[in-house]
């Protein structure tokens, strides 16, 4: 991936970008094929609600193009039901799907987990102990105690991303010393509704240009989410 710097929205059917993004008389049915002309990646979140096929990465990989990057969200049966307990085995399949249909197109494995998950040290080496190393794990969290150097310096050991946040309730560190920056952008003060202002884009492009980075755009409950990705891409 070298220092390429891929940039993406984590939904796509969006009737707010209809006439936006868009052609007004493009059919709904043709937006993906219309994004995937504009985007080289994209956040697959639809995993997260329901625990993907192989059938359905395989249509998704044969759907895109050849250059194409998926990066895909963990099942919150993993991240918010079980919390990584005792469920090795669904995490084993997870893996084996995303790698097994999506191939050369996978970039990065998102576990994202609630806001009631605080840190312990435990729950940290649990983690770390569930994952698999041979892929790019990303952990987002959404409480801050996690904000810590124990949490950092045990991600940077095994070669795992601590995930950048752009949200209400968080800290808006971007990190560069992992493997990757990721960054996740959902939006400020209204949490999926926001838009993010040409300067707030110019700082991003500031800090990213270094290294490989994936940035997604999850400010998607009106045409924000677009607009920014798009003018940040044009910023690059």
């Not at 759907?63 to 990066?71: A, V």
């Not at 045990?154 to 990757?180: G, M, R, W, Y």
């Amino acid at each position: 991936m070298k220092n390429e710097v891929l940039i993406g929205c984590s939904s796509f059917y969006n009737r707010f970008w209809k006439g936006v993004f868009y052609p007004e008389n493009l059919p709904s049915s043709k937006w993906f094929d219309y994004y995937c002309q504009h985007f080289n990646t994209y956040e697959f979140n639809g995993s997260f609600y329901k625990f993907p096929t192989l059938r359905i990465f395989e249509n998704w990989y044969n759907k895109t193009p050849e250059n194409f990057i998926f990066s895909v969200k963990a099942p919150k049966d993993i991240t918010h039901f079980k919390k990584f307990n005792e469920c090795e085995n669904l995490i084993t399949a997870f893996y084996n799907v995303c790698n097994l249909g999506l191939k050369e197109k996978l970039g990065c494995i998102l576990f994202q987990f609630p806001p009631s998950y605080q840190f312990t040290s435990e729950r940290l080496h649990q983690i770390i102990d569930n994952l698999d190393l041979n892929f790019k794990n990303v952990v987002e969290f959404r409480h801050e105690s996690w904000w810590n150097k124990e949490v950092w310096n045990a991600f940077l050991e095994n070669n795992i991303t601590f995930c950048s946040v752009s949200h209400p309730q968080l800290p808006q560190t971007i990190f560069k010393d992992f493997p990757l920056i990721f960054i996740r952008l959902h939006g400020v003060p209204k949490m999926f509704y926001s838009s993010y202002s040409t300067q707030e884009l110019v700082d991003i492009k500031a800090e990213i240009a270094s290294k490989p980075a994936f940035v997604y755009f999850n400010n998607t409950a009106s045409e924000a989410g677009i607009l920014n990705a798009l003018e940040l891409q044009q910023l690059f």
